[in-house]
């Protein structure tokens, strides 16, 4: 099993020690992946990190940004469905 998300772990671009995001967006795709594989994964990022291997191996050309946002709708397909009470919140 692997050890649960540490941002200082992650191999993600950084200026000066500091994250980097060149859009609002960018920032939203990491947040939803942090929050998805703290949430469902108890905070494995294994699952996460394999999909983003797949992500950029399949359109190496493809910005970083754009291949974490792949990644994590891979991810997000993986997970079963919660059905619509869950949805609802009923």
């Known amino acids: 099993m692997s050890t649960p998300l540490s941002l200082s772990d992650l191999d993600l ?7 980097v995001f060149d859009a ?3 920032s939203t795709a990491f947040a939803l ?4 594989v703290e949430h469902a994964f108890g905070g494995d990022r ?5 999909q983003l291997i797949k992500a ?3 359109d190496p050309g493809r910005p970083y940004w754009e ?9 997000v ?14």
């Open 13 to 19: 671009p950084r200026r000066n020690g500091e994250l």
């Open 77 to 90: 397909q993986t997970l079963p469905d919660p059905g619509p009470a869950a949805v609802s919140g009923g």
């Open 33 to 36: 992946a942090a929050a998805v």
């Open 46 to 50: 294994e699952p996460f990190r394999q």
């Open 56 to 58: 950029i191996a399949a």
């Open 67 to 75: 291949s974490w946002t792949a990644a994590l709708e891979a991810l």
């Open 24 to 26: 609002p967006w960018q």
